[in-house]
Every structure is written in structure tokens, then in C-alpha cells.
Antibody, heavy 121, light 108 residues
Framework: QVQLVQSGAEVKKPGASVKVSCKASGYSFTTFDINWVRQATGQGLEWMGWMNPYSGGTGYAQKFQGRVTISRNTSINTVYMELSSLTSEDTAVYYC??????????????WGQGTLVTVSS | EIVLTQSPSTLSLSPGERATLSCRASQSVSTNYLAWYQQRPGQAPRLLISGASSRATGIPDRFSGSGSRTDFTLTISRLEPEDFAVYYCHQYDSSPTTFGQGTKLEIK
């Protein structure tokens, strides 16, 4: 079945960077975009950016421009999201989610299980 | 960007009752590119509805979506105990893609 499996929880100090992975299985990796969405505790969903795993093309929400980098390794069907200059405001669960196709608008399905990133001194 | 406003913020109902959740967009979602997700505590969101009214694979037919342009509705015809969760709408018509703030459906 189609599945996205994310890396485990992280604890980081303010100013550090974090890199979260998302491994895809059950479908052809290069035929669907991967998106990243985060959720602070008790809060709603916030889209961060996307990647086209075929071309490597990316797009980022304006809020995270310059601070987020999405990359991929096609040999292991994995997409990465790296967020730098962390503050306590970045404490959240980070999700990857498959898009509808490549570079086309669409719903997100399925989602990874989420990765908790805690930023604390 | 398109702002999605969900109402009510919290809805208290009993199993067996009908739930009606609203999602209003600040601009027209011209292609009906609107989805609904369910999120249970400690779980990732799960796709229920795409294209405003198309149920995702495996979603029970008690869930239905309707609406167009700026007003969309998710209806759960007869609530089951497992339906009590938080529901989000999501527009993917224009960039950046955006989510509503959620409606919490709680047991009365």
C-alpha cells in the first residue's frame, strides 16, 4: 500500500537546524509531489513547501523562504525537509504528504505519521 | 492568499445525530479544488473528500461534501463514535495552498 514513513522525534537547541526524512513506498516515487505541513501543539495545519521528486523542483511558503530546504534522494525514495535557525516557535509536528500528481494542484493523500521537533535550550 | 474560515470552532453532538460543518473562503475557489480531512488525537490527517464532493477511497458514505465558490459544507449523516475528531478544510485552487483552522467535533 502507499505509505510515507518519517524519521523519529528530534530535540534541537535554538539556532540549530533540523532535517526530517520521508520515505515513500508502494508507488512510483517520481510521479507524485511531496508536500510538507507542520502543526504546532493544539493548533491548525500550516503548509511549508513542496517538491517534485522527478525534476527536483521546489516551492516554498513565503513565511519559510530562506530558512527551509526540501531535497530528495531518488535512489532510496526519500524526501528531506531541513529547517534552519530554529526558535521555540518552530516546535511542532512536521508531516510529509503526497500530492495529487506532479506540479499539479491536488489534495494531500496519504500523510506520513508525523515527526515531533522540539526546540528548547 | 485564500483564507478559509471554518465554523463552528466546536460542535457538540451525540452519536446518531447529523453534523454539518462549514468552510468559507475569502475568495472564490473557482475549480472546486477543496478537500476535507479528519484528524483524530495523536494521528495524522486523513483525506475524506476532494474536489469539494468526491469521497476518498474507503471513506464511508455517511460523509458527504458539497458547495462551490466560497461556501463549502461537510456533512456526516449519522455520527459514529469514531467520527468525533477535528476536521480541516483545504483549498488547493491557488498558491499558497491553505487550510482552515479546524472544527472540533465533540461528544455531547
Amino acid at each position: 500500500q502507499v505509505q510515507l514513513v518519517q524519521s523519529g522525534a528530534e530535540v534541537k537547541k535554538p539556532g540549530a537546524s533540523v532535517k526530517v526524512s520521508c520515505k515513500a513506498s508502494g508507488y512510483s516515487f517520481t510521479t507524485f509531489d511531496i508536500n510538507w505541513v507542520r502543526q504546532a501543539t493544539g493548533q491548525g495545519l500550516e503548509w511549508m513547501g513542496w517538491m517534485n521528486p522527478y525534476s527536483g523542483g521546489t516551492g516554498y511558503a513565503q513565511k519559510f523562504q530562506g530558512r527551509v530546504t526540501i531535497s530528495r534522494n531518488t535512489s532510496i525514495n526519500t524526501v528531506y525537509m531541513e529547517l534552519s535557525s530554529l526558535t521555540s516557535e518552530d516546535t511542532a509536528v512536521y508531516y510529509c504528504a503526497r500530492g495529487h500528481g506532479l506540479a499539479v494542484a491536488g489534495e494531500f493523500d496519504p500523510w506520513g505519521q508525523g515527526t515531533l521537533v522540539t526546540v528548547s535550550s | 492568499e485564500i483564507v478559509l474560515t471554518q465554523s463552528p470552532s466546536t460542535l457538540s453532538l451525540s452519536p446518531g445525530e447529523r453534523a454539518t460543518l462549514s468552510c468559507r473562503a475569502s475568495q472564490s475557489v473557482s475549480t472546486n479544488y477543496l478537500a476535507w480531512y479528519q484528524q483524530r488525537p495523536g494521528q495524522a490527517p486523513r483525506l475524506l473528500i476532494s474536489g469539494a464532493s468526491s469521497r476518498a477511497t474507503g471513506i464511508p458514505d455517511r460523509f458527504s461534501g458539497s458547495g462551490s465558490r466560497t461556501d463549502f459544507t461537510l456533512t456526516i449523516s449519522r455520527l459514529e463514535p469514531e467520527d468525533f475528531a477535528v476536521y480541516y478544510c483545504h483549498q488547493y485552487d491557488s498558491s499558497p495552498t491553505t487550510f482552515g483552522q479546524g472544527t472540533k467535533l465533540e461528544i455531547k
